[in-house]
């Protein structure tokens, strides 16, 4: 009866978890004037209440170990902006942020200590979330064509790479580059499953998830070449230096980071001079017959970001607050995010924010990387590698990555000892 019990159990968990997972699908506040307020938060609540019963009813043991100090200093690097700001709504919307993601790592870990959630189980739901995604695509596109106006679809002009289609496909997310990010785990995820498995299904998937991803117009496809690059040296005998897959891992990374914050301008390419991706007459750091090369929006904010460091580095100016810093009078900033993970962790909550993120970070890379399986290490590379510019670790799924790969580490130490 104890076992049976203990199934349902699990059966609920998992259907809460899949739910979770499901609501990154919608990522548009749901209440008016609470933007921070998605679906996925509503969908939390819930099963964290359900997290909470179980506890209470003694029908799971909490697992809490020295990697989980590490992981708790997080949330509390956002407690010295509470008394500098006053108890500001907007420092006491940082603390609940961190405890929230906090809370998605801890209460993923206990599940995967408790009910043996393997990184298939992970994986599988990724996939699953991909092809979700991959149907919106394909609707989005079908209706867009025969000149339907859609939500899912951003109507942009001329962009690079589009062939004037004049469109991106963003799905329920804020911006098509959102969407892409959360495509490239799941073709990472694909990939991975075909393989452990060898299933050939997965490779399909794989490729139809590529095809998806190209109609996000996203720079962030560098970045999973990047990855690809290190996934083809993992799990094939290739006789080849290692430190030529390495150069070229990095080559295209800092590729990616050079066209994210310049724009490269010829004489086909002018509509980049549009205050859509710059700011209005912008100087060109270089120029030529041909070409001139001009710095892109992501350019500017990470010069807010550095001006904001010099002065306030050691507390920042508080959570959420980039935006309402005045920059140069360059208004059109006030509507962006820092746009980086790291010189926003600074710029807003401190050095000892930007800490703490860093060693989270060192900590999971290390022991990820010692597996012999790197299926999550590539997400979590990946993951890394766009965080120099974008928001990312307001993420759940780089939370849920954090879980898994501190949970297989602690499955592994019980094994050999």
Known sequence: MKNEKNLITKKISSIFFSLFILSFLYHRPIIYNFPLIKLSEIVFIFFFIFFLIIIFNKKIRLSLDKLDMIFVLYPLTFIPNLFINNFSFNSLLGVSSGIYLFSIYYLT????????????????????????????TIISIILKINDYNVSTVANIGQYPFSFDLGFRIQGFMGSASMLAIIEIVTILSSLSLYYSTKKKKYLLITIIFIVSLYFTFAKSVLLLASVLTLLLFFNYKIYISKKIFYFFSILIFFTHLFVTNFLIIGKESQYLKDEYFTIK??????????IEIVPSYYFFQKAKNIEIIKKYYLTGIGSFEFKNYKYKNYDYLNKFNPHSVFLGAISENGLLNLCVIILIFFITFKISYKNTDKSFFLILLYLFLESFNADIITFKILWITFAVIVSKNNFLLNEKN
């Open 109 to 136: 870990k206990n599940l995967i200590f408790n009910f043996n959630f393997t990184k298939e189980y992970f994986l599988r739901k990724f996939v699953i979330l991909g092809i979700i995604l991959t149907i919106i």
């Open 281 to 290: 007459d912008a100087k060109p750091i270089f120029k030529s017959k041909n």
